[in-house]
């Protein structure tokens, strides 16, 4: 079974966040996209530091189908939802216990990721034996799978 060295992609993207406050309405940023083969159900939004109330770099993951049915139609349940805003931005709106971020980007850059990750690991290829097995390790320990005759 030939084995492949996990990949990684990340995409710079320029982003507006839309704020309630009355002097700033919204503010450019750029937010990283990122995708990794070893997770191959999820993608990423890495906000930086400057635009966080911790003042850390913030990380959302949530499933890449989600995003791909959001570039399409309203979609999205609890924390993360995405739908599009006319033909030319798609809006994700999270959903934290700290409040509410609304982040507007333009669809062709998220689409571009979108084609790049499925070029990566189509839908349907997702192999998620490895997922499985860390979780089963984490829950039940190291021992887990060993016959135990």
């Given amino acids: 079974m030939p084995t492949t060295l996990?990949?990684?992609?990340?995409?710079?993207?320029?982003?507006?966040?839309?704020?309630?406050?009355?002097?700033?309405?919204?503010?450019?940023?750029?937010?990283?996209?990122?995708?990794a083969s070893a997770d191959p159900?999820?993608?990423?939004?890495?906000?930086?530091?400057?635009?966080?109330?911790?003042?850390?770099?913030v990380t959302w993951a949530f499933a890449r189908s989600l995003l791909d049915e959001g570039l399409r139609t309203p979609a999205g349940a609890g924390d993360v939802h995405v739908w599009p805003c006319g033909?030319?931005?798609?809006?994700?709106?999270?959903?934290?216990?700290?409040?509410?971020?609304?982040?507007?980007?333009?669809t062709s850059p998220?689409?571009?990721?979108l084609r790049r990750t499925y070029a990566l690991v189509p839908p349907g290829d997702e192999d998620l034996t490895d997922q499985v097995h860390r979780a089963l390790m984490a829950f039940f320990g190291p021992d887990v799978g060993e016959d135990v005759t």
């Fill in 87 to 106: 033909r030319s931005r798609t809006v994700i709106e999270l959903h934290a216990p700290e409040g509410l971020a609304v982040v507007q980007f333009g």
């Fill in 6 to 35: 996990p990949v990684t992609l990340e995409q710079p993207t320029r982003a507006r966040l839309v704020t309630a406050g009355p002097t700033a309405p919204e503010r450019a940023l750029t937010v990283a996209l990122r995708y």
């Fill in 41 to 57: 159900l999820a993608i990423s939004l890495v906000f930086p530091a400057a635009v966080t109330l911790t003042g850390t770099e």
């Fill in 110 to 113: 998220l689409r571009r990721f």
